[in-house]
């Protein structure tokens, strides 16, 4: 799961995800990064680790870290929150295979209709609540097509 900072949107995607596979008894590995160097070993922005424990879903463990290219090696798919996320990461890419391990997360609930999870940093705890609904529906989607094994 990758975004800008890895202190928003991708540690809820990360925590989300997590829970529901560690509640299926599934061995996936989830992870999250940002593209960008910003925050760098900070704990998710308090807000969003808010919005988490009203709903359950703890994000308070999780560090931020730069997405990196062997990111490409030890994940089989790499989900960016908004389009500018998989514009940087296919930016990193070297292959056909690397650039298709990268996805939009949001096109997992519309398909193809390529819309952003938008960035909460500026905004209301609304906006954050905005953000987990848009994350909760993106990774129940994704642990559905891990379930069926659904082609990806
Ligand atoms: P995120 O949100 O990409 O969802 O983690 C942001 C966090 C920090 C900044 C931008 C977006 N920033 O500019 O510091």
Not at 3 to 28: E, H, Q
Not at 38 to 63: K, S, W
Request: include cysteine; proline fraction near 4%; hydrophobic fraction near 35%.
């Amino acid at each position: 799961m990758v975004c800008l900072g890895n202190i928003c949107r991708s540690p809820m995607a990360d925590g989300l995800l997590r829970k529901k596979v560690a509640d299926s008894g599934l061995n996936v590995r989830v992870d999250s990064a940002g593209t960008s160097a910003y925050h760098v070993g900070d704990a998710p922005d308090h807000r969003m680790i808010e919005t988490g424990n009203q709903c359950g879903v703890p994000i308070d463990f999780l560090r931020a870290r730069q997405f990196v290219k062997s990111d490409f090696d030890e994940f089989d798919l790499i989900y960016g929150m908004d389009n500018q996320n998989v514009t940087n990461m296919l930016s990193m890419a070297t292959s056909e295979g690397e650039r298709q391990k990268v996805r939009l997360i949001l096109n997992e609930v519309n398909p193809k209709s390529n819309e952003d999870v938008p960035d909460p940093y500026y905004g209301t705890m609304d906006d954050f609540m905005h953000v987990f609904t848009l994350l909760d529906k993106a990774t129940d989607r994704i642990m559905q097509k891990i379930g069926t094994g659904e082609k990806w």
